[in-house]
């Protein structure tokens, strides 16, 4: 029997989006430098966006999403061209769903870093030159002082709702003690008030396969011609993130040791788990680019929200948002008692836990259980109105 199928090289040495054929994404590029937490300024900064629905004329009905580590401003749609990936809240996002645009306005940024259209390490400096390895270091702060920047230029004081999980779930956390007057209402999932050590230690790992894998070149391999970046590096690390992120016995269930079809194990072939996980790389390693993996890994392990404010508990007592902060029960990374404690920190804040297999991508998976937890913070949704026509 033949041993592991190749899957392909992505096409160039950072897959970096610069583009959106499909024509939903939209940039905003905000005109003074960013001053950043860790020192130093960012200039030349553009935040690439997607919406979905109207702004009301009050701009009293605005929705920000957040996504976690590899997502992007695609929440909602199909993929294609410029959306490598189908949307990551499809099952929230539409009419008769919780986020139904005939009411909301939803806004989905792409981080700061990222590499789905924002400034980050794959795009161009001010002097025409890839930002490689002079890209700046940055924290969820940094990341949410610019997300405030594209609300101000949308026209948006206060959003209705502010949600997201895991690496989004940090930041709405920042946008609510950061910018409680703006955060109208707040959903927090698998997500922790600090980094904890077991993801300083999983990243730390990912990290040095990257910067081993010799196409790293120090973080300055863009422009190194077509597929000779860190690729290996990215899909070791992703093979152990997706790990982290999947519920222990749910891949005993779904795969135990079977092999892997027309794979013969005992003689090079894989089993079904191990092509699973070479799967998963290579679509990573496809639609995301290494420099953004690295300096967005790096903003989550900063992660503390009681940095300079007088320490967590005194941070999280400035939440004045009705909140709901919940976590996925087989979550390994960010186990519910992190969340628990968290809420317990809130004023108000009620905790939940999501039940799921799943592990953390529990929070991308079970769109029910996280629709109830919108609709106790929004209201359900309207009855449909038609009005909304999917376009924008
Ligand atoms: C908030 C954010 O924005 S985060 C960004 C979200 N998106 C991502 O993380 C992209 C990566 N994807 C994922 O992590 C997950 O697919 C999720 C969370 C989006 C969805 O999870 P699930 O629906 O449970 O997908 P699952 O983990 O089972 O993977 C399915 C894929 O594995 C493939 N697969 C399953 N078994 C095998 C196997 N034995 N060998 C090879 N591939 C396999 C399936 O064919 C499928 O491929 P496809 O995605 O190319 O269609
Ligand atoms: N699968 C998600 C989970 C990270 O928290 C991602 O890749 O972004």
């Not at 392990?301 to 007592?317: F, M, P, V």
């Not at 004045?320 to 992190?338: K, W």
């Not at 009620?350 to 529990?362: K, L, N, Q, T, W």
Request: with cysteine; net charge neutral; hydrophobic share 40%.
């Amino acid at each position: 029997m033949p041993g592991p199928a190749a899957e392909p090289l992505p096409p160039a040495s950072g897959a970096w989006q610069d583009g959106d054929p499909a024509g939903r994404r939209r940039w905003v590029s905000l005109a003074e430098p960013l001053a950043l937490e860790a020192g130093g300024e960012l200039t030349g900064v553009r935040i690439a966006y997607e919406t979905w629905g109207r702004l009301a004329p009050d701009a009293s009905n605005a929705v920000l999403l957040l996504h976690a580590l590899t997502g992007d401003s695609h929440a909602a749609g199909p993929a294609g061209p410029g959306h490598p990936t189908a949307g990551w809240w499809d099952g929230l996002i539409g009419t008769g769903r919780a986020l139904d645009p005939d009411r909301w306005f939803i806004v989905a940024p792409n981080v700061l870093g990222g590499c789905q259209g924002s400034t980050g390490p794959a795009a161009r400096r001010p002097d025409g030159r890839r930002w490689g390895s002079s890209f700046p270091v940055l924290t969820q702060r940094d990341q949410v002082a610019a997300e405030a920047r594209l609300a101000d230029l949308l026209g948006i004081e206060r959003w209705a709702l502010v949600a997201g999980g895991s690496m989004g779930g940090m930041r709405a956390l920042e946008w609510a003690v950061g910018h409680p007057r703006r955060t109208g209402a707040l959903l927090v999932l698998a997500a922790p008030a600090a980094a904890t050590a077991r993801q300083l230690a999983c990243t730390q790992v990912q990290l040095a396969a990257i910067r081993a894998d010799p196409g790293w070149r120090g973080g300055d391999y863009h422009d190194a011609g077509p597929g000779r970046g860190p690729h290996t590096g990215l899909g070791i690390a992703r093979r152990l993130a997706h790990l982290t992120y999947r519920g222990r016995a749910e891949l005993e269930h779904r795969f135990g040791r079977a092999a892997q079809p027309g794979e013969d194990p005992w003689h090079g072939g894989r089993r079904q788990v191990e092509s699973y996980l070479d799967h998963h790389a290579a679509k990573l390693v496809r639609r995301f680019d290494a420099g953004s993996y690295v300096v967005l890994a790096e903003a989550m392990n900063h992660h503390d929200i009681g940095r300079a404010r007088g320490g967590t508990a005194a941070a999280l007592a400035r939440i004045t948002a009705p909140a709901v902060i919940a976590g996925v029960d087989s979550d390994e990374l960010y186990p519910p008692p992190l969340q628990a404690r968290l809420a317990a920190a809130v004023p108000g804040a009620e905790h939940r836990v999501i039940a799921s297999p799943h592990g953390h991508d529990g929070f991308l998976i079970e769109t029910a259980q996280v629709s109830r937890m919108v609709h106790d913070l929004l209201g359900p949704p309207a009855p449909p109105t038609g009005r909304w026509s999917g376009g924008g």
